[in-house]
């Protein structure tokens, strides 16, 4: 089993709808969670981090569940540009760090 | 503000040479990670180094090292190339271990034929 697991997708909705990932991680020592998206041949950027309590920036919200191991996104009134490769992060920081991407879940937005 | 910056862009090596991947954090930042990332799947750490010492190393063979310079820059070597070396490096800053976002730099593309 896979430390973290994304549903790769594609996910194509059409645009304004809302969507949402889930990211399950296996070691219940995991200590920190981000959401990145990434771009065809670009590098990751962060989408946000994810907090205990649930955060939101925008139209994006992000959900941890410790009980069950796995961290949400949900993005509400899709744009096109939204269009991307969306990676869970997982770090599993004690006395050293052991960082952990899932494998990412494509999302495509149609008009 | 400049992010992080990597170089080179690009490199084409062959099997068996060694290779030195650059990378220039975030001013301000002290941490520095080194990732591979293979076409279809996400970014698999290698290393991570906070003031010049290694804070976190991932399953990848003793061919892979890394050092953090005292102005926090950073060097990957990889030596005797495999075909299956061939990914994007990519370098993440940030200003420290554990909670702290990262911020990637464009990465490396590298190549062994």
């Known amino acids: 089993r896979k430390e973290v697991e994304q549903d790769p997708g594609p996910f194509n909705v059409p645009e304004g709808a809302t969507v949402a990932f889930n990211c399950t991680y296996s070691?219940?020592?995991?200590?920190?969670f981000f959401w990145y998206r990434q771009d065809c041949r670009k590098e990751p950027k962060l989408l946000m981090s994810?907090?205990?309590s649930g955060n939101e920036d925008g139209r994006f919200t992000a959900q941890l569940n410790r009980a069950s191991q796995y961290i949400s996104l949900l993005i509400r009134d899709s744009k096109l540009s939204d269009s991307a490769t969306y990676l869970c992060?997982?770090?599993?920081?004690?006395?050293?760090?052991?960082?952990?991407f899932g494998s990412g879940t494509r999302l495509s937005i149609r008009p | 503000d400049a992010g992080v910056t990597q170089s080179p862009t690009h490199l084409i090596k062959t099997r068996g040479q060694h290779v030195t991947l650059r990378c220039s954090p975030i001013?301000?930042?002290?941490?520095v990670s080194w990732y591979q990332q293979v076409l279809g799947q996400g970014p698999q750490f290698i290393f991570q180094?906070?003031?010049?010492?290694?804070?976190g190393r991932g399953n990848f063979p003793d061919r892979f090292s890394a050092r953090q310079f005292p102005n926090y820059s950073s060097e990957l070597n990889v030596n005797a190339l495999l075909l299956g070396d061939s990914a994007l490096y990519l370098c993440?800053?940030?200003?420290?271990?554990?909670?702290?976002?990262?911020?990637f730099g464009p990465g490396t593309r590298l190549t062994v034929t």
């Open positions: 070691n219940s020592a995991s200590q920190s």
């Open positions: 992060v997982v770090n599993m920081y004690s006395s050293a760090s052991k960082i952990i």
């Open positions: 994810v907090y205990s």
């Open positions: 001013s301000g930042h002290k941490s």
């Open positions: 180094y906070y003031e010049k010492e290694e804070r």
């Open positions: 993440a800053s940030s200003l420290g271990v554990g909670a702290y976002e990262q911020y």
